[in-house]
């Protein structure tokens, strides 16, 4: 007999063919048991029907359970009424292993009672179709790099000098070499990587011991970091938002199910997919406070002042041109005021705040030596980047896109913490 996934099973109407994975549901009514069977790939609901299938088999697939692990057979046919849904009845059911009280029901469960049993809350649909959605902002930012000639390059996880500043650092001793840091991007490192392969970008974990209990931050995250030689700044903001829109389209093409399973409105995600806008620190800060707001032109954003510059913006915002004092000592000094620097963020839309950090790199060797030590830094630990200024310096520039932040606003998710498979946060570390 063949084995078939649910989401392939509209080719195999008819056959006799077995299905493997759990029971997500069930209910009988006189004759007929109901039960609602996953495997990975989608459900559907299998029939049984007691005259068909004989009384002790019959009677012994009614024992099942929430998910318990089951192999079915039956025949796939069409839903008499509902549009692309189908249906399977039963001819054989094997129980794998009877699950005794599950503890995720169908009732409401708190956030801490779901985190603490986040191996099993990874069954439940919204979890499944938001690690779906994850999966597909993936594979769409790298299918858009790799079509416009990046290379992908792996940036390492233990590194000997942070990349954003000392006070997120995850400390380690590394045998008689001193201090080791878990990375907190892998920006640096592809900055000497251009120097051989042009345009490289990496995507892997990085690491920062945030003290926020935020929406928005997690301690272990994904990051994607592409880097591109001479690229300037406004080519880095182009490239930036390509990849974006090619993401939400890719999103939206192949996750539909998804998006209606999270009531993400594919509509509003549909109107990001037009030309993002761009404000200078300035120009934002003036709007956070013509719209009430307190801060100051050399403060940085606070998730209100977030809200209050995309609010009413179907699409991303840049934020460009920042005070130095407030970006990290790698931004390049704009050439028209000395003051500021070429970085960029970019704002998603509809109150999901900042996914992207990027900027134009300082190429000059005494500007960046100037900046390190203006902030103290230990020059000797640098100078291996100090030294991509020293041998055949380029304009260059990059960002670093956070995949977790990307896929909350996709998938419209309240809390960053249902988008990663195992969320690390300041006070959770289990299971
Ligand atoms: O803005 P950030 O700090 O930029 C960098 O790390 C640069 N070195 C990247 C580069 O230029 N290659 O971080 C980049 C992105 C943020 O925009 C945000 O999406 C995400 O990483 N991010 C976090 N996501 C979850 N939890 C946290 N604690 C995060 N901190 C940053
Ligand atoms: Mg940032």
């Keep these: 007999m063949k084995d078939v996934q649910v989401k392939d099973i509209k080719n195999h109407l008819g056959e006799e063919i077995r299905l493997n994975g759990w029971v997500k549901n069930i209910r009988s009514s006189g004759k007929l048991l109901f039960i609602i069977f996953r495997d990975g790939t989608g459900w559907l609901q299998a029939v049984a029907f007691k005259p068909a299938l004989g009384e002790d088999k019959f009677e012994a697939a009614k024992t099942l359970t929430l998910e318990s692990s089951v192999r079915i057979t039956g025949t796939p046919k069409k839903h008499p009424k509902q549009e692309d849904v189908y249906e399977v009845d039963v001819t054989g059911v094997e129980i794998v292993q009877l699950t005794e009280d599950y503890p995720i029901g169908n009732k409401e469960h708190g956030p801490d009672f779901l985190l603490t049993n986040r191996h099993l809350w990874l069954r439940s649909s919204k979890q499944w179709a938001n690690l ?87 301690t272990e995250f994904w990051m994607l970091d592409a880097e591109g030689a001479y690229v300037e700044h406004k080519e880095n903001m182009q490239i930036q938002e390509g990849m974006i829109r090619h993401v939400i389209n890719t999103v939206i093409a192949k996750c539909p199910k998804e998006l209606e399973i999270l009531e993400r409105d594919a509509e509003q995600l549909k109107k990001a997919d037009a030309p993002f806008k761009i404000l200078t620190h300035r120009e934002a800060v003036d709007l956070c406070r013509s719209k009430g707001s307190e801060m100051g032109y050399g403060d940085d954003f606070a998730t209100s002042d ?115 498979p195992f969320p690390r946060m300041i006070y959770r570390i289990y299971p």
């Design 306 to 420: 977030e809200e209050l510059i995309t609010e009413g913006s179907d699409v991303p915002i840049f934020i460009e041109k920042w005070p130095k004092e407030i970006k990290a000592f790698y931004m390049k000094r704009d050439p028209e005021n000395p003051d500021l620097v070429l970085g960029s963020d970019l704002l998603a839309p509809e109150g999901f705040g900042e996914i992207i950090g990027g900027s134009q790199r300082e190429d000059s060797y005494d500007l960046l030596l100037e900046r390190m030590n203006d902030e103290k830094m230990d020059i000797e630990a640098y100078q291996w980047y100090l030294d991509m200024r020293k041998y055949g310096s380029v304009p260059h520039s990059g960002f670093g896109v956070g995949l977790e932040r990307l896929t909350q606003w996709m998938t419209g998710t309240r809390h960053i913490r249902e988008v990663i």
């Design 132 to 218: 779906r959605v994850r999966h597909t902002v993936y594979f769409a930012m790298c299918e858009y790099l790799n079509n416009n000639d990046f290379i992908r390059f792996d940036s390492p996880i233990l590194t000997p000098n942070a990349c954003e500043g000392t006070t997120t650092l995850f400390e380690l001793d590394y045998f008689d070499q001193g201090k080791a840091y878990l990375s907190q991007s892998g920006q640096l490192y592809l900055e000497p990587a251009i120097m051989s392969l042009g345009k490289v970008y990496d995507f892997g974990p990085v690491f920062r011991a945030e003290k926020s209990k935020t929406r928005k931050h997690l």
